[in-house]
């Protein structure tokens, strides 16, 4: 089989743990400037962005070079858009509701209150549409992306005091982006959008008195805790968070099958990987956000989530008048998340639920 052809297969069909040989006609090496809106070396985000960068290289022999740049190293987090769609570098990585501003339905790319958990949206995205609708989205900007990463189903947040109804939530300033900000901000919350690396120092001076970020993992770094004790399991704003390798399209046209190919496959492996690494850690960093910091681990009352669903279903139809792509985006993500989503709570659901109570496994 011919060797181009036999490395986009595996590129599709997310298969690429082992290093590819470049052919002659990439020898000359070509450059890929990164730019990522996560700190250096911050565990979780930040270390699975560089370890994509490093593979891409890898993968391709050098034929592809990365020039990797954390969050203010070439540019804010937040100007990272711009940066790539410009062509001034060649891709980011970050979440893509960080751009809601420009197009509502970036927000249907990473999460969306009461969405798709990880299964579900690799789903759509591989084999259900999701990656078409993308490549419009982003299209329209000069951009592709790719998936490359997920954090599973995060947390409600850090807040200072308890939130035992809907009410709690009127005047609290908060740490929340896409559209779960906007659902909280029809309850009552000043919501803000940070970077990372802003959020504790936010949280210390009192510009915000509440945030949520990821889960265990990658919150115990952030020392949350010093300043917020109160956890909130199981957040309704981000059933998953899934993560985008967005690069200039003009670039990504330019390159061949055979490179198009590498960055496909390291960025599906980085989005596997990212997960996997998150669900290993997550039980023992919660552990020792409890035993070590004294947190206390709280979740929400059914009243309260009654009132994220309402809340939700307002935003929802705002997004789908803003624009008809975003309508088109929330037509398939909707469709899909049922069809899914409905399975998997008579299989998954259903074996999950009755092991956890064989084996006593506390939910």
Known sequence: MERRKFLKGAALAGVGSATLAAPALAQGGKTMTIVSTWPRDFPGLGT?????????????QGALTTEYFAAGERVKAFDSFDEVASGNSQAYIAADYYWVGKDPA?????????????DEWNAWIKFGGGQALWD?????????????????TQAGGWFAKE?????????????????????????????????????????????IDATEWVGPYNDYFMKFYEVTKYYYTGGFHEPNANLALGMNKSWWESLSEWEQAIITTAAYEENA??????????????????????????????????????????????TRASSPLAAEVDDSFQSTLRDIGGMMAKFQGTFTNQRNRVLGIDA
């Open 48 to 60: 699975s962005a560089q370890r994509l960068a490093a593979r891409i290289t890898q993968l391709s």
């Open 106 to 118: 970036f927000a249907y790319f990473t999460t969306v209150p009461f969405g798709m958990v990880v």
């Open 136 to 152: 419009k989205v982003s299209g329209n900007f000069g951009l592709k992306a790719l998936p490359c990463g997920a954090t599973g």
């Open 163 to 207: 939130i035992n109804t809907p009410e709690d939530f009127k005047g609290l300033k908060m740490r929340i982006p896409g559209l779960g900000g906007t659902v909280l901000s029809k309850l009552g919350v000043s919501t803000v959008s940070l970077p990372g690396g802003q959020i504790y120092q936010n949280l210390v001076s009192g510009a």
């Open 273 to 318: 990987a990212q997960f996997e690494e998150t669900m290993s850690k997550n039980g023992e960093y919660l552990k020792k956000l409890v035993d070590e910091h004294g947190v206390e681990i709280r979740e929400f009352s059914d009243e309260i989530w009654d009132a994220f669903g309402a809340a939700s279903a307002e935003v929802f139809q705002e």
